[in-house]
């Protein structure tokens, strides 16, 4: 009986230390821009030589920020389906294809020929704040065949943020899509 109650005991202890399962980390994506109007249906290729964005954001886990006390939130719950980096630079050349129905766009490290224009993008700061905004601070520049740069900005776009994660990626999309809009609307000139 006393080895009964020992194993008992040993059996509750041993659930106390794993305690109840925990909950299932949910996973984002980034989603392309949906009805976006063509800009140009020029045919030319266009390279996304690279996107440069801070460690802390080139991660799977999903960062906000307390605009506040500007603490930053890295949620182990709440991810990206894989590191933000690669994930921004697909949407980015998807949401291109919307504006430039026509163009070859690539990133440059798929392709041996030199793009008729190039862009590379810098971002400085992609903060989301829930019931508030998220603001996406970002320079870009677009150079020629040449090498000549024909473009170079820093913009700074912003979107509502609500109190979800949800909410969070819907903008980050937005964002995406809006820098894409820029990327369009400069590469054709």
């Not at 106390?16 to 980034?30: E, I, N, R």
């Not at 290729?45 to 605009?67: A, C, E, F, G, W």
């Not at 819907?170 to 995406?176: E, I, Q």
Request: hydrophobic share 40%.
């Amino acid at each position: 009986m006393k080895k009964i109650i020992a194993l008992f005991c040993c059996c509750l202890a041993l659930a106390g230390c794993l305690g109840s399962p925990s909950k299932p980390a949910q996973f984002y994506t980034l989603t392309d821009v949906t009805g976006g109007k063509a800009i140009s249906q020029k045919s030319f290729t266009l390279s996304i030589d690279s996107v440069d964005m801070p460690n802390y954001l080139d991660r799977p886990q999903i960062v906000t920020m307390d605009k506040q006390s500007g603490q930053v939130n890295v949620s182990e719950m709440n991810r990206w389906v894989e590191p933000f980096g690669h994930l921004f630079q697909r949407t980015l050349i998807n949401d291109l294809y919307q504006y430039l129905p026509n163009a070859v766009i690539t990133n440059t490290l798929l392709t041996l020929d030199k793009a008729d224009k190039s862009v590379f993008v810098q971002i400085n700061q992609l903060n989301a704040a829930f019931n508030g905004q998220a603001t996406l601070d970002v320079l870009c520049k677009i150079r020629d065949k040449d090498g000549k740069v024909i473009y170079e900005k820093r913009s700074v776009f912003t979107e509502s943020v609500g109190d979800s994660y949800d909410s969070v990626s819907t903008a980050a999309s937005a964002l995406v899509g809006k820098l894409a809009k820029l990327i369009s609307q400069e590469a054709i000139r």
